[in-house]
């Protein structure tokens, strides 16, 4: 098994450029998630799914969005990308609680730096 | 609003001495709790977690503490050695959603 992988490792943009951040896992987890890390913080949860076909929003959603078409799929688009948006993006994966303790599995993560 | 810290941004401890890594939840609702490690340019990675009904659990050199009361986690490593230098996070979950603390960064001294 490969786990999460996320794709690309690292992206320079300019403001105003769109871009998709890739996440696939090979776990059949229900539930798969987006955070951003920045220094000094912990990980801040963007969008959420619970499963194909059902997405909702966390703590930070503004400026991404997300789908979920199928369960080892979930890519996160920066519709316009502003230096705001300059951070370490964890993709994450796990069952759903009551199949286990809701443990997240994270992919190796993204770096994004808007100029 | 729910949020999730960590009492010390930073923790310096000797090899071979055991560490305790505190953390303050505020979330009353959260199912289960987990301490996460992460190393310079990696994902975080599951060490321990626990449920709300529970008020211990042991792993590998390990402990979580958990007391609802006053709504404090803590993560006892055991005989720390130098590869237990990371940041590590508590983070809380209900349901679906799992909000992390900033984090604190253990240093092992030789």
């Known amino acids: 098994n490969a786990g999460v992988t996320q794709t690309p490792k690292f992206q320079v943009l300019k403001t105003g450029q769109s871009m998709t951040l890739q996440c696939a896992q090979d776990?059949?987890?229900?539930?798969m998630s987006w955070y951003r890390q920045d220094p000094g913080m912990g990980l801040r949860l963007i969008h959420y799914s619970v499963g194909a076909g059902i997405t909702d929003q966390g703590e930070v959603p503004n400026g991404y969005n997300v789908s979920r078409s199928t369960t080892e799929d979930f890519p996160l688009r920066l519709l316009s990308a502003a230096p705001s948006q300059t951070s370490v993006y964890f993709c994450?994966?796990?069952?759903?609680?009551?199949?286990?303790?809701?443990?997240?599995?994270f992919g190796e993560g993204s770096r994004l730096t808007v100029l | 609003g729910e949020s999730v810290g960590l009492h010390l941004p930073t923790l310096s401890v000797q090899e071979g001495d055991n560490s305790i890594i505190n953390c303050a939840y505020s979330?009353?609702?959260?199912?289960?709790f987990i301490w996460y490690k992460q190393e310079s340019g990696k994902g975080p990675q599951f060490i321990i977690d626990?449920?709300?009904?529970?008020d211990k659990r042991q792993g590998q050199r390990v402990t979580v503490l958990l007391n609802k009361t006053v709504k404090h986690l803590s993560l006892q490593i055991a005989a720390t050695q130098p590869g237990d230098s990371a940041v590590y996070f508590c983070a809380e979950g209900h349901e679906a959603k799992l909000s992390f603390g900033a984090g604190t960064t253990v240093t092992v001294r030789a």
């Open positions: 994450a994966s796990s069952y759903s609680p009551d199949r286990g303790t809701g443990e997240l599995f």
């Open positions: 626990i449920r709300s009904n529970m």
């Open positions: 776990m059949n987890h229900e539930y």
């Open positions: 979330n009353s609702a959260s199912d289960y």
